[in-house]
């Protein structure tokens, strides 16, 4: 077993092994050889890909939800965000699924933003970003067993204000915004 990359810091991966599994994601151990000859392991969560969905209402809110993170022992405000599933035709139809299961808002359009691997150094999780215009709440929430979510609407600026005051620490949800409002045309307005 051996890997593909012809660059001078690439690391071999000499054999591959799940070394623990659960609902939602593995840990997997790699035997590794540095680009100096060291061999070692390494171990990393194997997450499937994921779309997060930056909600518009019409009036140019953002669609937010709290649910609790067992990771950090408290309420996280965020974006809906969620794994891509197997009947899922493409990610734009994962990003209007996920937008409607957690919050019961229904989008008018979406439009990819970027994609982005939140945590390389540990993950292989790949984020697909979208951002869904025209929501409004006419769909049907459709939470899993061990989601307990809030759903709310807040201005586009307070939601900026909340990542830039360490209020909103949801990373996805800080990259996601920042992005969007880094790198959108101007023609675009405020929000869309």
């Known amino acids: 077993m051996t890997d593909a990359p012809d660059d001078d810091l690439a690391w071999e991966t000499t054999a591959?092994?799940?070394?623990?599994?659960?609902?939602?994601?593995?840990?997997?151990?790699?035997?590794?050889v540095l680009p100096d000859g060291t061999e070692t392991d390494y171990d990393y969560l194997d997450d499937d890909p994921a779309v997060v969905v930056l909600p518009?209402?019409?009036?140019?809110?953002?669609?937010?939800?709290e649910e609790w993170r067992q990771a950090v022992k408290r309420v996280n405000r965020g974006l809906p965000a969620g794994s891509v599933e197997p009947d899922?035709?493409?990610?734009?139809?994962?990003a209007r699924r996920e937008l409607e299961e957690?919050?019961?808002?229904?989008?008018?359009?979406?439009?990819?933003?970027?994609?982005?691997?939140p945590a390389n150094g540990i993950t292989n999780a790949v984020h697909h970003v979208?951002?869904?215009?025209?929501?409004?709440?006419?769909?049907?929430?459709?939470?899993?067993?061990?989601?307990?979510?809030?759903?709310?609407?807040?201005?586009?600026?307070a939601l900026r204000d909340a990542v830039r005051e360490g209020d909103c620490r949801d990373g996805r949800t800080a990259l996601a915004l920042l992005y969007h409002?880094?790198?959108?045309?101007?023609?675009?307005?405020?929000h869309a």
């Open 102 to 117: 957690e919050t019961g808002y229904v989008a008018d359009s979406l439009r990819s933003l970027t994609t982005l691997e």
């Open 181 to 190: 409002d880094a790198f959108r045309p101007e023609s675009e307005g405020d």
């Open 130 to 157: 979208f951002v869904a215009e025209g929501c409004t709440p006419t769909g049907e929430r459709d939470l899993d067993f061990n989601e307990s979510i809030r759903v709310e609407e807040t201005p586009h600026e």
């Open 56 to 65: 518009f209402t019409p009036d140019g809110d953002v669609v937010v939800i």
């Open 16 to 32: 591959s092994e799940i070394a623990y599994t659960c609902p939602g994601f593995d840990i997997v151990r790699d035997d590794v």
């Open 88 to 94: 899922d035709a493409d990610l734009t139809a994962a």
